[in-house]
């Protein structure tokens, strides 16, 4: 099993920027796919961002070019950039960890920390 823990969330006003970590322990091969996710409320969770092992990454359109995830295999965390952040970004977002499988299957996930954007 790979525990995942997120860190970085807070409170920030609208165009302002926020940096998210995403510790990763105990079974960490099963972390080919690391991602981020968000869920506001009354929405459903949304997907943000991926990276692979090899650092290739996948973004949201509604994120695209104002987040940036990164990781750092050796330390075993992924990072999420969050840039010109806007209200709509409010949300808990949740670190995401996913096997090498022929599409994404994220089976483990941390408890999620808050991110509120203030107009």
């Known amino acids: 099993q790979v525990q995942l823990v997120e860190s970085g969330g807070g409170l920030v006003q609208a165009g302002g920027s926020l940096g998210l970590s995403c510790a990763a322990s105990?079974?960490?091969?099963?972390?080919?796919?690391m991602g981020w996710f968000r869920q506001a409320p009354g929405k459903e969770r949304e997907f943000v961002a991926a990276?692979?092992?090899?650092?290739?990454?996948d973004y949201a359109d509604s994120v695209k070019g104002r987040f940036t995830i990164s990781r750092d295999n050796a330390k075993n965390t992924v990072y999420l950039q969050m840039n010109n952040l806007k209200p709509e970004d409010t949300a808990v977002y949740y670190c995401?960890?996913?096997?090498?499988?022929?599409?994404?299957?994220?089976?483990?996930w941390g408890p999620g920390t808050q991110v509120t954007v203030s107009s």
């Open positions: 990276i692979r092992w090899s650092g290739s990454t």
């Open positions: 995401a960890a996913s096997p090498r499988t022929v599409v994404p299957s994220f089976g483990s």
């Open positions: 105990g079974r960490t091969f099963s972390t080919y796919i």
